[in-house]
């Protein structure tokens, strides 16, 4: 419901009071309340006036979305709840509409929510101004520019996490249309001191932590540092990591944001060089070495260290070194050089480090002006805003707390006077009497502070140019004497014996009553601070550095441009940039925005009354709502304020005709409101009382409930009757959409009927029509029909006569050839059968003899004499000399085999054939026997040592000489042989010693048996009687068998004469000494292998089994 609502005024649906110059009855408590009550239900933000308190919420609300932005963007100041956009938008508005230069002054203390409340004012304006690239860009950069200097001028302190240490004004200018074009950024005084020295608690600045948890290996190891904090004595180790803090994150946002407000890699690089040079002078120590005149003179420790700051910097080492030993003064053409002590070492390095950082800090400020400064020169509208360091008491407070709580005094000052002048204005603008108003002012702070005679600037400087030995006492002492009648300063020594005894007050100490409260300063480091003392070795080192950034830090080392005359002290600097400060402020149109700090731990939902009751009297908070309605407390342009309150009245209700002056005037008469609360100015109306306002407000209220319940009324009625006679037009219409249908249904029913009842009648007589066409289609068909048959029958007739005639033709021209024909033949006869016939025959013959001849030339076969083919005979008369030509050719070609054998191959065929004749056919050994060559002997003995003897004994040619097998006549079984045949003589040999066992003369073997099977088995039978028979036929079995037999039989024939008997038969006689024995062949079986096996059975039986 709640987003629902439009809100038209502030002061709808207000938590407290939206503006505090309403608060009624008010007091230090009901403003408090008030802000608490606020607080309490996240309404952070409250107005006095025009001035936007803001209380830190310490946690992250949902108000500053684009939705929101949306929301506040050009709307009245005073129409939705009060908001920091809304301050933001009406400083614009005016800027871009009334061409006011604006500033937009943020103050508070230290964690009071400035420096976010200046980025919300920033962030608005960028989103509602202008748009396009340029202009992009342009709000991009102004923007980056924060992380940059946060990162190098923000640091964690007690109270606050990222605490600025420097005053920031900003810029930003716009051109005529309201684009931004650029800005310019001015710092004030960074707190330097933070760079060697944090107080326990809090951190250096945050670019330290950052660099080194967030650069790469790479990016450490170049400029010579290590990741770990503790090896840095400038760097605060107890509270070096910050809840909710990335510093790692945040350096790459920082370079990135470098990046976008247009630095330089080589820029950036630099620039963290010398933040790398600055941590590593920390890490210089000395110390002391005596010299001859008695005094101690300091040394460095440890010369790494300068080393590496020197390599880094580019610095000539021995120069830097010296600069640390030595301090040369020059007055007047005249130099004297003395050497430093260990303690007076160590303020040369602090110094050299502050004032490095410091200015590289004023260096990016300038860095960054250069890229945001606005490209063109047109005429520019300006909105400064102010975010400057906050009013701080601390524990110890020194020099910088001094500077910093004077500055908050004059911006209080300018407060105060700008309010005061705006009122005032106001009032005259309006046309209405202006009463004087009470208030406090702290010129008379300022005057202390600032006084050009006898301020405490001013002191401090002279104390400082004095001659003589200054020191922060004698300081004091001139302060006890010049300052002590003033009201607001208080110390112990002073003239006035007021605080002699006040303990709270230490010797060394003074204290002035600021606007804000009593704040107590330590005198300790005023003068030295206020000196900002850096030795001339030291800046003239720097000067010769080899790192441009740095050389250009130091302008004053530059030994030409040697200038004598003290440089102005911190203290002259600051209160002259201060003074450029006010008066560039005065000359614009303020915008406040009060920061209160509602706890002083950091936390959310946390409010302590006592401390915001604190920053609520030092603000001057209650002055400023007294101020504000010292005469009228409200006022509101006649416009708004016709149109809030115009329920109220009949004639202004609804609508006024006239102006809207007049129509308040009506109003406030019809409501009657006394005269004396009331009072009209040019274009407002002034309301003096709250009360008054809060009357009218509840007037409204009530008002505004009737209305409700007239318009709920009139709504509901309405709602009723449109209701009833939507019924009853909507029953009309369904009346007539039912009759209708009705109608049309019956209609239905009567058109189906007529149309069955048309249908049969239509069908009956198609039917009848089509009988009668049925029956004349058959008449007409059964008229072709017939029609049909008689042209065929006279067709056919036709056919037949034609083709009885086309014969009749044929056989007259047959007739007639014949007899031409036999009429030629009678007349030739006589010629044709004395010659013709013969002649033909013979001719005919002829051709098929030679047709024959050519043939057989063409299919001779070839000249082998085993090649039984020959041509098939063409012709049955040929056949006898067909096979005659067989026969020749065969003879022929045999005879031209024959022809070629040379007289050794003319014997192994003529052997060949004689085994042929021998045992084809006979022995089935004989087949295999055919392709093996007949070599005779088979065993060298001639040749082979082995058998000389044998060789010696046989005197004859030898014809065969092979190894046989031997059986055993008693037992079948076998011994091996050498077998000899000479011409005359038959051998057997033992084979291992060659000695002859037995010798047979060819003309005693009568007879050789053997089977007719595959085996090698034969008997050699002797001539009973003969000497060699005495022991008995021989068996044999040899694997040339058929070779042995047939050059047996040839040798036997050649010696003999006689031709020698062999008998074929698979069973025969063998004698045995004095026995026969038959040796039988049976057919063995094949499980011992392919050798015949031979076996003796009985006295009378050798089985030999052949495979
Ligand atoms: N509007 C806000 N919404 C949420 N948190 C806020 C808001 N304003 C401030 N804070 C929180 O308070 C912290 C301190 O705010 P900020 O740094 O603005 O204080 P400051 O007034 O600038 O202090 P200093 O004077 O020390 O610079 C911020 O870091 C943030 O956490
Ligand atoms: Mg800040």
Redesign the pocket.
């Known amino acids: 419901m709640a987003k629902m609502e439009v809100k038209t005024s502030l002061l709808d649906n207000m938590i407290g009071v939206g503006d505090m110059v309403l608060l009624e009855p008010l007091s230090e408590d009901t403003v408090i309340n008030n802000l608490k009550k606020r607080f309490d239900h996240s309404e ?1 933000y409250t107005y006095i006036g025009s001035v936007v308190i ?1 209380v ?6 949902p108000i ?1 979305s684009p939705e929101k932005v949306e929301d506040y963007r050009n709307r009245n100041f005073y129409e939705l709840s009060p908001h ?1 956009f809304a301050l933001s938008d009406e400083a614009y508005r005016s800027l871009r509409d009334q061409d006011k230069d604006q500033c937009i002054l ?1 103050t ?13 004012v920033m962030s608005y304006v960028a989103a509602v101004c202008g748009k396009g690239a340029e202009v992009n860009q342009v709000k991009e950069q102004l923007l980056q520019s924060n992380p940059v200097l946060e990162a190098f001028g ?1 640091a964690k ?1 007690v ?7 420097f005053g920031k004004y900003m810029d930003i200018e716009f051109d005529f249309k309201g684009d931004p074009l650029g800005g310019v950024i001015s710092n004030y005084l960074l707190e330097k001191s933070r760079v060697v020295k944090q107080p326990r608690g809090e951190r250096n600045f945050h670019v330290f932590y950052q660099l080194l948890s967030g650069a790469s290996e790479e990016l450490l190891s170049k400029l010579k540092l290590e990741r770990d904090f503790s090896r840095y004595n400038y760097l605060s180790l107890d509270s070096a990591r910050v809840n909710g803090v990335d510093d790692a994150a945040n350096f790459r946002t920082v370079r990135n944001a470098m990046q976008i407000v247009g630095f330089m890699d080589h820029e950036a690089e630099s620039v963290l060089e010398v933040v790398a040079a600055v941590l590593k002078l920390g890490n210089i120590e000395f110390k002391p070495e005596s010299r001859v005149n008695g005094l101690d003179e300091s040394k460095i420790k440890d010369k790494n260290e300068l080393k590496e700051i020197c390599e880094l910097t580019g610095i000539d080492q021995s120069v830097l070194e010296r600069a640390f030993s030595f301090r040369t003064v020059e007055a007047k053409q005249e130099k004297v050089s003395t050497t430093l002590n260990v303690a007076q070492a160590y303020y040369a390095r602090d110094a050299l480090a502050k004032n490095l950082y410091s200015r590289l800090f004023s260096w990016l400020v300038n860095r960054i002006n250069e890229s945001i400064k606005a490209q063109t020169k047109v005429r520019k509208k300006v909105m400064g805003v102010l ?4 009013f ?1 008491i601390f524990e110890d407070n020194s020099f910088e707390q001094f500077i910093i709580n004077y500055c908050n005094e004059k911006l209080q000052q300018i407060f105060i006077e700008l309010t005061l002048k705006e009122e005032q204005e106001e009032y005259i603008r309006e046309g209405i009497e202006w009463t004087h108003i009470e208030y406090f002012n702290n010129a008379i702070i300022c005057d202390l502070i600032e006084n050009n005679t006898n301020g405490i600037l001013a002191m401090l400087d002279e104390e400082c140019l004095r001659p003589g030995t200054v020191t922060d006492e004698t300081f004091l002492e001139k302060l006890n004497q010049v300052c002590a009648t003033h009201q607001h300063f208080e110390s112990r020594m002073s003239k006035c014996s007021r605080f002699l005894n006040d303990t709270s007050l230490p010797h060394s100490c003074f204290r002035i009553q600021h606007y804000a409260g009593k704040v107590l300063y330590q005198v300790e480091g005023f003068v030295d601070k206020n000196n900002d003392l850096l030795y001339r070795d030291l800046s003239q080192a720097m000067w010769k550095a080899g790192h441009a950034l740095i050389k250009s830090l130091f302008p004053e080392g530059n030994p030409a441009k040697i200038n004598l005359k003290r440089p102005p002290t911190a203290g002259s600097q600051f209160k002259a940039s201060v003074a450029t400060l006010m008066k560039n402020l005065q000359t614009k149109n303020p915008n406040y925005i009060r ?1 209160i ?1 509602p706890n002083d731990k ?1 936390a959310a939902h946390i409010f302590n009354e006592a401390l915001v009751c604190h920053q609520i009297r030092y603000l001057g908070l209650l002055e400023n709502v007294r101020v504000r309605r010292a005469g009228y407390a409200f006022r509101q342009a006649y416009e708004p304020c016709l149109e809030r309150y115009k329920m109220l009245c009949k004639q202004t209700w609804p609508h006024w005709k006239g102006p809207a002056r007049a129509g308040v005037e009506v109003l406030f008469n019809e409501l009657e409101i006394p005269v004396e609360e009331y009072s009209f100015g040019r274009s407002k109306i002034f309301i003096r009382n709250p009360r008054t306002l809060f009357k009218l407000e509840d007037l409204r209220k009530q008002r505004l409930e009737d209305l409700a319940t007239l318009i709920q009324k009139i709504y509901r009625g309405w709602r009723c009757r449109t209701h009833f006679l939507l019924m009853r037009k909507s029953q009309t219409v369904i009346a007539a959409w039912y009759r209708r249908y009705a109608q049309q249904k019956r209609y239905q029913q009567i058109k189906s009927s007529a149309l069955v009842i048309q249908s049969y009648i239509r069908g009956w007589k198609a039917r009848k029509l089509l009988r009668e066409l049925k029956h004349q289609k058959r008449c007409e068909e059964a008229a072709t029909t017939i029609a049909a048959y008689w042209h065929g029958t006279q067709a056919r007739r036709e056919l037949k006569r034609l083709k009885e005639e086309a014969r009749r033709k044929h056989a007259v021209a047959v007739i007639w050839a014949y007899w031409l024909g036999l009429k030629v033949r009678r007349e030739y006869r006589k010629f044709f059968r004395a010659n013709a016939g013969k002649k033909i025959y013979e001719f005919t013959l002829q051709r098929i003899v030679q047709k024959y001849f050519l043939e057989m030339k063409a299919k001779m076969p070839s000249l082998s004499p085993i090649d039984k083919n020959w041509p098939p005979r063409p012709y049955l008369f040929l056949d006898s000399t067909h096979k005659e030509l067989k026969r020749i050719f065969h003879l022929w070609r045999c005879k031209k085999y024959r022809d070629q054998f040379t007289d050794q191959q003319k014997l192994i065929y003529e052997e060949k054939l004689e085994a042929s004749e021998l045992f084809k056919d006979k022995k089935a050994l004989y087949p295999s026997s055919v392709g093996q060559p007949f070599q005779g002997p088979y065993l060298e003995i001639n040749k082979n040592p082995k058998y000389k003897k044998l060789k010696d004994a046989i005197e004859e040619k030898i014809i065969i000489a092979e190894v046989v097998n031997k059986i055993n006549r008693a037992n079948g079984k076998s011994t091996s042989r050498i077998f000899l045949l000479t011409n005359n003589n038959l051998l057997l040999a033992d084979q291992k010693s060659g000695q002859i066992k037995s010798e047979v003369p060819l003309v005693d073997v009568t007879k050789v048996s053997m089977s007719s099977q595959n085996d090698g088995f034969f008997a050699v039978h002797l001539k009973e009687g003969s000497e060699a028979a005495s022991k008995g036929d021989f068996l044999l079995s040899s694997d040339h068998l058929i070779e042995m037999a047939t050059k047996l039989y040839r040798t036997t024939l050649s010696q003999t004469k006689q031709k020698l008997n062999i008998e074929i038969s698979d069973e025969f006689l063998v004698q045995f000494r004095q026995d026969k024995v038959c040796v039988k062949f049976i057919q063995g079986n094949q499980k011992n292998g392919s050798v015949p096996t031979c076996k003796r059975k009985n006295n009378r039986l050798l089985e030999v089994a052949v495979p």
């Not at 830190?56 to 609300?61: E, F, S, V």
């Not at 508070?108 to 919300?120: H, M, R």
């Not at 975010?387 to 906050?390: N, P, V």
């Open positions: 952070i803001s830190n919420p310490y946690r992250l609300l500053y920091i943020i508070g203390e230290s964690g009071a929510g400035k420096t976010e409340a200046s980025k919300l923000n302190t109270r606050n996490d990222n605490s600025s240490r975010d400057i360091y906050g701080e920061c700090k950091k």
